[in-house]
């Protein structure tokens, strides 16, 4: 059965650094991975989505990179901002056709 | 933005009413879903469609029910609410890659 954890599960960082979450996963026959952003109160965003042939995906600040083989995936965040203050969930598939199984998420505070 | 609507956003129950939350979307998305989430659980899987009529079971799925009679709502049924089902409930649509609805709090009291 599929697992996917996020360590850690809460993250205080100042603002203007540069920070990593990351993401593992126990079978590494996924068929991609997902990383989305939850502000409180609010439903989930997605970020970045990476297909297993790829191994990393951009977007403006955010860099998601995939390593099929050990089973992890890191979401980099550059000069972190106030407003990038969220949960953070990565969550994978396992076919084409199948449900996505999420992590629990890491709750991210940048300090001001 | 998917364009997906949840009704009500926010709600208060007895044990034991009935609770029906609706899920709309504008996407013509085939796929749609129903989780629900809480704290040290993350997102778990009620419910899900993969068509008109056509529904299955998630992980958590005891105690819910879920009917699809239009592509473009999805609605989930609680037939006797308990307590254990006060939670955040998302509804999702899409394949590979999923859109989010804003969400319904639910208290059963």
């Known amino acids: 059965k599929q697992e996917v954890t996020q360590i850690p599960a809460a993250l205080s960082v100042p603002e203007g650094e540069n920070l990593v979450l990351n993401c593992s996963f126990t079978d590494s026959a996924i068929y991609n991975l997902q990383w989305f952003r939850q502000d409180p109160g609010k439903g989930l965003t997605s970020l970045l989505l990476i297909q297993s042939s790829q191994r990393e995906q951009t977007s403006g600040r955010l860099n998601a990179s995939l390593d099929k083989s050990s089973g992890r995936s890191t979401l980099y965040i550059a000069a972190s901002q106030p407003g990038d203050s969220a949960t953070y969930l990565c969550?994978?598939?396992?076919?084409?056709?199948?449900?996505?199984?999420f992590g629990k998420g890491t709750r991210l505070h940048i300090l001001p | 933005d998917a364009g997906i609507t949840q009704s009500p956003r926010h709600k208060v129950t007895e044990t034991g009413t009935p609770v029906t939350l609706r899920c709309h979307q504008t996407?013509?998305?085939?796929?749609m879903y129903w989780y629900r989430q809480d704290p040290g659980h993350g997102l778990r899987l009620i419910h899900y469609s993969y068509g008109v009529k056509d529904t299955d079971k998630g992980e958590v799925s005891d105690g819910y029910s879920v009917s699809r009679s239009k592509t473009e709502d999805f609605l989930l049924t609680l037939e006797s609410a308990t307590s254990s089902q006060t939670s955040v409930y998302f509804c999702a649509t899409g394949l590979t890659e999923q859109y989010f609805g804003p969400g319904t709090r639910l208290t059963v009291t």
């Open positions: 996407e013509n998305h085939r796929y």
């Open positions: 969550a994978v598939t396992m076919n084409r056709d199948d449900k996505i199984i």
